[in-house]
């Protein structure tokens, strides 16, 4: 499998996107034409027969309304059109780098809510225990400070604590 670039697979699409919508307007621009060349060199039929298909549905011209024709009639100042093409590609990746950018800070928008709600849930659960570690420690000071397992106030603060524990840590 050969290595692709992305960045090069991302101009090709911005590229094949402006030559059809070119195509689609009036059919005369060096975008649509550099395209076609490109495709016809690297006989990418998939390419050409998009442009073809666009093209053809095109406000018909008096000039191709019999016959269809390549692109190739490109305006007389090529620098100045060649310049227009650039800033549309350059739009085009534009564009197409701000919506990567939009669904990343989505994505991580997203993650930051999810860890506030876990650590949320952890910080109750740690009060939840500290409070019954609490309420277990203070009924085993006022009953004496040996724990005797005969004692059942003694032993029911004990058994509140490890529940607590269980409650948070699970069984382990």
Avoid: C
Wanted: charged share 35%.
């Amino acid at each position: 499998m050969r290595y692709t670039n992305p960045l090069d697979e991302a101009m090709k699409r911005a590229r094949q996107r402006l030559a059809v919508e070119a195509a689609r307007q009036d059919g005369d621009d060096p975008i649509l034409q550099q395209e076609w060349n490109r495709a016809q060199r690297e006989r990418d039929f998939t390419t050409l027969a998009q442009l073809k298909v666009a093209q053809q549905q095109a406000a018909p011209r008096p000039e191709d309304e019999l016959h269809w024709r390549p692109p190739g009639s490109g305006p007389k100042n090529f620098d100045q059109a060649f310049r227009g093409g650039r800033a549309r590609l350059e739009k085009a990746l534009q564009e197409e780098h701000e919506a990567y950018v939009k669904r990343i800070e989505q994505e991580n928008a997203e993650r930051r809510a999810s860890l506030k709600r876990d650590e949320a849930r952890i910080r109750q659960h740690r009060e939840a225990a500290r409070k019954a570690w609490e309420a277990a420690n203070s009924g085993a000071r006022t009953a004496g400070s040996s724990l005797r397992q005969d004692d059942p106030f003694e032993r029911s603060a004990a058994e509140a604590t490890a529940e607590a524990w269980r409650a948070v840590y699970g069984d382990r």
